[in-house]
């Protein structure tokens, strides 16, 4: 099955800074990337997801880049803000051929954004 | 008020007795899953269905069983046989785009505590 590996575990960034963080696949079949962002408390929302057909797509200040050759994808927020605070999580699936994904997630990067 | 709604928010079970998390969404979305999440785990697939009277096993199903027998609800049994079920369960959604799920939109969680 997939594996996904997430880096790095915890994150501090000052505001206005950028932060990165990268997750690793090993499906070689997996063609559906999502990332969601779990504040304190809160459910996982979908913030960014991107396809293998791309290399990269935008979103305002969020980013995520695909090198499928390398089996690995980042997300790059930029201009951080406090309310950037939060754990991120990174997913990866192939599609089933049944009309869903299953997802494997990574286990989480914190981000904390100082002030 | 559309969403997934999951009760109860918070559980207490003695060892050896079954409990059951219920799970519902009025977001007409054809697929369902339960995730587990622990600390510094990520998200662990439990089980999974994408229509009625249909569902598989994920990742960890070892402890747990599920039933869908309305498109809204798909609740999740933890059964005695799970040997660690201390975690925070959470359960989620997704439409169908063109045949193809995606984005999971997840309710606000459930969090069992064995005594």
């Known amino acids: 099955g997939e594996n996904v590996e997430q880096h790095p575990s915890t994150l501090s960034v000052q505001e206005g800074d950028s932060a990165v963080i990268k997750c690793t696949y090993s499906?070689?079949?997996?063609?559906?990337f999502p990332w969601y962002k779990q504040e304190l408390g809160k459910r996982p929302q979908l913030i960014i997801d991107i396809r293998s057909n791309v290399g990269e797509k935008k979103d305002q200040r969020i980013a995520v880049t695909l090198n499928k050759t390398a089996k690995h994808f980042s997300l790059h927020i930029t201009e951080t803000q406090p309310e950037d605070s939060a754990v991120y999580f990174c997913a990866a699936s192939p599609f089933s051929g049944a009309g869903s994904y299953q997802l494997t997630f990574g286990k989480g990067t914190k981000l904390s954004v100082i002030p | 008020d559309g969403g997934i709604t999951q009760s109860p928010k918070y559980l207490f079970r003695k060892e050896g007795q079954n409990v059951t998390l219920s799970c519902e969404q009025n977001?007409?979305?054809?697929?369902m899953y339960w995730y587990r999440q622990d600390p510094g785990q990520g998200l662990r697939l439990i089980y999974y269905s994408q229509i009625v009277n249909d569902f598989q096993k994920g990742d960890i199903a070892e402890g747990y069983s599920v039933s869908r027998e309305k498109k809204e609800s798909f609740p999740l049994t933890v059964t005695s046989a799970q040997k660690n079920p201390t975690a925070f369960y959470l359960c989620a959604s997704s439409p169908r785009n063109r045949g193809i799920t995606g984005e999971l939109f997840f309710g606000e969680g459930s969090r069992l505590t064995v005594l």
């Open positions: 977001l007409n979305h054809d697929a």
């Open positions: 499906d070689s079949a997996s063609n559906y």
